[in-house]
C-alpha cells in the first residue's frame, strides 16, 4: 500500500465516538450561537440530538456488526460524504443543519490531513462548498458523486 493511500484510509473513532459527537454539537451551539439563533431545548430534546448525532457518528466511523471504517468505505472521503449525507438529511437540530454539515466535515477532514480548494464566492449559487452540502442534504448526488467531489479538490496539509 502506498504511503498516499493510507493518508486517505477511513478514519476510525472507536472508543472516542462521544467526543466527536459532542464536537460536532459544540460546533453546531457556535454555529447558530453566531447568528443569535438560541432555542431553549428541553433536557428530552437535548438527550434526543446528542443520541442522533452519536449515531450519524458512529455509523461513520466507527466498527458496525464487526465491519471496521476501512472494511466499509474505500477512503476519508467517502466516509465523510457518507457522514455529511446523514448528518444534514437527518435534519437532526432545529436550525444549522447544512452549516453545522460543511463545517463538522470539514474538520473531520483536516484531521485526516486535508483542506479543500474552493472558491468562496460570496453568492451561494456559485460556491462549491455550498453546493456539495446542499446536494448531500438534498439528495442531489449519490455518495459516490460527492466523494469524487473532495477528492477532485482536496490538498494535503504540509506539517513541519
Known amino acids: 500500500m502506498s504511503l498516499r493511500a493510507r493518508a486517505e484510509a477511513p ?4 472508543g472516542q465516538e462521544e467526543a ?8 453546531h451551539d457556535g454555529l447558530v450561537a453566531k447568528r443569535g439563533f438560541a432555542p431553549e431545548l428541553s433536557n428530552e430534546r437535548q438527550e434526543e440530538i ?11 466511523f466507527c ?8 472494511q466499509r468505505f474505500s477512503d476519508v472521503f467517502e466516509q465523510v460524504s457518507v457522514f455529511a449525507v ?23 477532514l483536516q484531521l485526516a490531513g486535508f483542506t479543500l480548494d474552493f472558491e468562496d464566492a460570496n453568492e451561494p ?20 458523486e460527492l466523494a469524487a467531489v473532495l477528492r477532485n479538490h482536496k490538498q494535503e496539509i504540509a506539517y513541519a
Open 11 to 14: 478514519l476510525c473513532f472507536d
Open 86 to 108: 446523514h448528518l444534514a438529511k437527518d435534519h437532526i437540530f432545529p436550525d444549522g443543519n447544512k452549516r453545522t454539515t460543511l463545517v463538522s466535515a470539514l474538520s473531520i
Open 63 to 70: 466498527t458496525v456488526y464487526g465491519a471496521r471504517p476501512e
Open 125 to 144: 449559487v456559485c460556491n462549491g462548498l455550498y453546493a456539495w452540502v446542499l446536494a448531500a442534504a438534498a439528495s442531489g448526488k449519490s455518495n459516490d
Open 20 to 27: 466527536l459527537s459532542s464536537a460536532v454539537v459544540s460546533i
Open 50 to 60: 446528542t443520541s442522533r448525532v452519536l449515531s450519524v457518528v458512529v455509523s461513520a
